[in-house]
């Protein structure tokens, strides 16, 4: 049981570029959540999604897109990256309409120069 | 709009010390209130999660209580220890798609 994984750890990107930050539970949970932290910030949610299929936007969201097909994966893409996307990413979730406790994954460190 | 404040950022005690970390929240319609531990270069863990209906609960040295009509929350820690180093978050559950707001965080930390 690995819970909430998430890959890469680190990333260096330049402007302009994509790519997708993977998260995948096995957990069963419906509720996933993708949340990014920056100093002075906190944690600001930028997607999440209640179930696979659906999905919504958070606080942030400009500049992400996410997708669900499946329950167990809710990948995060940017698709045109910016240095104001320099953050740490992390994904949560939670087993019912988000109202249990939330999981965290371990966080994915982005830079983009 | 939801807002969570964690004040101070930051505190220092001396080992052994029973201390309590505050949150406070603007709007009291919420569905739970979590507390939550992260270490430096680390995800969050869930220490303690309140419902709506409930007043307080207990995990080992840590208890955690809500007043949900003023619209606050303290994390109670017994008999502190250096281990016990770390950022607390505070985060709540509210609207109608229940969406978690987080407080900045307390950074704690506990000398030998």
């Known amino acids: 049981n690995a819970g909430v994984t998430q890959t890469p750890k680190f990333q260096v990107l330049k402007t302009g570029q994509s790519m997708t930050l993977q998260c995948a539970q096995d957990m069963n949970h419906e509720y996933m959540s993708w949340y990014r932290q920056d100093p002075g910030m906190g944690l600001r949610l930028i997607h999440y999604?209640?179930?696979?299929?659906?999905?919504d936007q958070g606080e942030v969201p400009n500049g992400y897109n996410v997708s669900r097909s499946t329950t167990e994966d809710f990948p995060l893409r940017l698709l045109s990256a910016a240095p104001s996307q320099t953050s740490v990413y992390f994904c949560?979730?939670?087993?019912?309409?988000?109202?249990?406790?939330?999981?965290f994954g371990p966080g994915t460190r982005l830079t983009v120069l | 709009k939801q807002e969570v404040t964690q004040i101070p950022a930051a505190l220092s005690v001396p080992e052994g010390e029973n201390l309590v970390l505050n949150c406070s929240f603007t709007d009291s319609a919420i569905y739970n209130l979590q507390w939550f531990r992260q270490d430096p270069g680390k995800g969050l863990t869930s220490l303690l999660l309140?419902?709506?209906?409930?007043r307080e609960q207990t995990s080992g040295r840590l208890n955690a209580s809500l007043d949900k009509s003023s619209g606050r929350s303290t994390l109670y820690i017994a008999a502190s220890q250096p281990g016990d180093s770390a950022t607390y978050l505070c985060a709540v559950m509210s609207g109608a798609n229940s969406k978690l707001t987080f407080g900045k965080g307390i950074t704690l930390s506990v000398r030998p």
């Open positions: 999604s209640v179930g696979a299929g659906i999905t």
């Open positions: 309140i419902q709506s209906s409930q």
């Open positions: 949560a979730t939670s087993s019912t309409g988000g109202t249990d406790t939330q999981y």
